[in-house]
């Protein structure tokens, strides 16, 4: 945090980050209430940015593929509770 410039009283940081008080944020949330509580962007926070969220999307990716691997196998393992649970859906 100390890093990012933002300011020391962070107690209530979530609260004002959270714009629509929710109490839940989204990263697009997330970025924009530490860019407003921070002040002017820089160039080199877009490009961290950019970056970051590049990483981001690269991870989730991942996870779905693995996800899908874990889901063929699963239903290699056990066809017949997969049949069943088509019919329910």
């Known amino acids: 945090m ?3 410039d933002l300011p ?4 209530n940081l979530f609260e004002v980050i959270d714009a629509d008080g ?6 697009t949330e997330l970025v924009q209430g530490m860019l407003k509580i921070r002040g002017d962007v820089k160039k080199s926070d877009t ?5 970051a969220t590049k ?8 996870m ?3 996800l ?10 056990f066809p017949h509770s997969a049949a069943i649970q088509k019919k329910e859906l």
């Open 22 to 27: 929710s109490g839940t944020m989204d990263v």
């Open 47 to 51: 490009v961290a940015t950019l970056l």
């Open 55 to 62: 990483a981001l999307q690269e991870m989730v990716t991942e």
């Open 8 to 11: 020391p009283d962070r107690a």
């Open 68 to 77: 899908s691997e874990l889901e063929a196998r699963m239903i290699q393992q």
């Open 64 to 66: 779905r593929n693995t």
């Open 2 to 4: 100390d890093d990012l």
